[in-house]
C-alpha cells in the first residue's frame, strides 16, 4: 500500500520569501515517484516538480526544488521567491512502479500576501 | 501544445439524473485517467485507460459510472443515475505512457448534483 501525507492544511507567506511545503510517504516499494501539483481556484492541476527514488540528486525546476530526504520518507516542496500567483492548492502525490497508481495527499493551500 | 480539453466545465443536475463528461487528451498521448475529486480531497482514480483498453477500474462505482474510449483518443464519462454524492470535480488527465510517466491534468468539470 502507498499512502501521502500532508500535515499542513494551510501556509502562510510573505512575497518574495522562500517556504516550505511538508510531504512524507509510505511505502515498502523501493522504485516509486514523487510528484507536486498546484491547483489554483479555476480548478486545474498543474504538474510541478517531480523526484525519482533512484534519483540522487534533488530535483529542480526553476523556482521549485524538491527536497527529497529517502530515509525519512519525506518530499518537502520548496518554493523560493514566492509570488502572489503561487497562492494555491499544493498537493503531493505518489506512485510505485509496481501498483502504477497515483496517489494523492489532501493538499496544503498557500496564501501569498503582498 | 494544446493541454488536456473537457466539456462542460460545469454541470448542475437534479438527482437521478444522468451527465456525461468530455475528454480530450494531449496529442500522441496513450494513456488516460478521470479522477474525482471531493471538496477538500485529493484527486482519487476511477479509470485508466491505454488506448482503447481498460486497464484499471478498481474504484469506479460500476453501477452508475460507465466510462468509455472508443479509437484510443478522446473519452467520456458518464453518471446514471446521478447521487447527491456524486458532487465533485472530475478530473481527466493523459499521459504518454504508462507507470512513472507524468500525467497531466485538464480544467476538469465541476458537477453539482441537487
Known amino acids: 500500500a502507498q499512502k501521502i501525507t500532508q500535515t499542513q492544511p494551510g501556509m502562510f507567506v510573505q512575497e518574495k520569501e522562500a517556504v516550505t511545503l511538508d510531504c512524507t510517504y509510505d511505502t515498502s516499494d523501493q522504485s516509486y515517484g514523487l510528484f507536486w501539483y498546484k491547483q489554483p481556484s479555476s480548478g486545474e492541476m498543474i504538474f510541478l516538480i517531480y523526484q525519482g527514488s533512484y534519483d540522487e540528486q534533488n530535483a529542480t525546476e526553476g523556482r521549485y526544488s524538491l527536497n527529497f530526504q529517502k530515509a525519512r520518507k519525506s518530499a518537502n516542496l520548496v518554493i523560493s521567491a514566492s509570488q502572489l500567483g503561487d497562492s494555491a492548492m499544493y498537493f503531493c502525490?505518489?506512485?510505485?512502479?509496481?501498483?502504477?497508481?497515483?496517489?494523492f495527499g489532501t493538499g496544503t493551500r498557500l496564501l501569498v500576501s503582498p | 501544445e494544446a493541454g488536456v480539453a473537457q466539456s462542460p466545465r460545469y454541470k448542475i443536475i437534479e438527482k437521478r439524473q444522468s451527465v456525461a463528461f468530455w475528454c480530450n487528451p494531449i496529442?500522441?498521448?496513450?494513456?488516460l485517467y478521470w479522477y474525482q475529486q471531493i471538496l477538500g480531497q485529493g484527486p482519487k482514480l476511477l479509470i485508466q485507460f491505454q488506448n482503447n483498453g481498460v486497464v484499471d477500474d478498481s474504484q469506479l462505482p460500476k453501477d452508475r459510472f460507465s466510462a468509455e474510449r472508443l479509437k484510443g483518443v478522446d473519452s467520456t464519462l458518464k453518471i446514471q443515475p446521478a447521487k447527491l454524492e456524486d458532487s465533485a470535480v472530475y478530473l481527466c488527465?493523459?499521459?504518454?505512457?504508462?507507470?512513472?510517466?507524468?500525467?497531466?491534468f485538464g480544467p476538469g468539470t465541476r458537477l453539482t448534483v441537487l
Open positions: 488527465a493523459s499521459s504518454l505512457g504508462a507507470g512513472l510517466d507524468t500525467q497531466y
Open positions: 496529442s500522441g498521448h496513450a494513456t
Open positions: 502525490a505518489m506512485m510505485n512502479t509496481g501498483f502504477q497508481k497515483l496517489v
